[in-house]
């Protein structure tokens, strides 16, 4: 027979030595091994070691707490309709990074693109029509490299910041509730 491991958790290590002396003069001899399972049930609270096997090893509950998404990144979220497009530029520059980091994810790393698919994939992401734009933008901001004759755009990988990854997490949470 297999032995199933069951963890053993006091709050206090003091109240269990205390518990053990209080128990230990009603048994003149040594206790047995069921016995001090038993004795050491009943000090965590538990009227036997079976009470206490049964609530140790029942499957607990934990909740998934996700930390906070930036102010930033609110901003921004704020900006994307339910399929997860852009419907605006926006104003200021940090949330235009941040929209642009946000396409700059669509892309695939490990091939290159003609203008016109970045113009699809882009189109495909935004809502006010202006693929040109966002292209011109990420290839500034090091998102994307381009060729000389602007026919081979490649995504290249710098190290997103955190309200990029903010976003991503957030956004993926979102698709998955849904």
């Known amino acids: ?18 518990a053990l002396r209080r128990h230990w003069p009603s048994h003149p001899d040594m206790p047995g091994q069921v016995d001090m399972l038993n004795l050491l049930a009943r000090c965590a609270g538990f009227s036997n070691f079976q009470s206490y096997r ?6 607990q509950k934990t909740e998934v707490s996700h930390p906070p998404v930036p ?5 921004f979220m704020q900006l994307l309709d339910a ?3 852009l419907t605006r530029w926006p104003s200021g520059r940090p949330l235009q990074q941040l929209a642009l980091w946000y396409l700059w994810g669509r892309f695939d790393r490990r091939r290159s693109y003609h203008e016109r698919e970045v113009n699809t994939l882009l ?17 500034g901001l090091g998102l994307l490299s381009r060729s000389d004759d602007c026919r081979d755009y490649r995504r290249l990988s ?3 910041p955190d309200d990029v990854i903010a976003v991503l997490k ?8 849904a």
Request: glycine share 4%.
């Open 123 to 139: 189109n495909q992401h935004h809502r006010f029509g202006d693929p040109a734009l966002l292209r011109r933008e990420m290839v």
């Open 1 to 18: 027979m297999s032995k199933t491991l069951v963890p053993y958790l006091v709050p206090d290590v003091s109240d269990l030595a205390r």
């Open 71 to 75: 102010a930033l990144a609110q901003k």
């Open 158 to 160: 710098p190290q997103p």
């Open 83 to 85: 399929q997860g497009q």
């Open 170 to 177: 957030h956004r993926e949470r979102q698709l998955q509730a």
């Open 54 to 59: 049964q609530h140790a090893l029942r499957p």
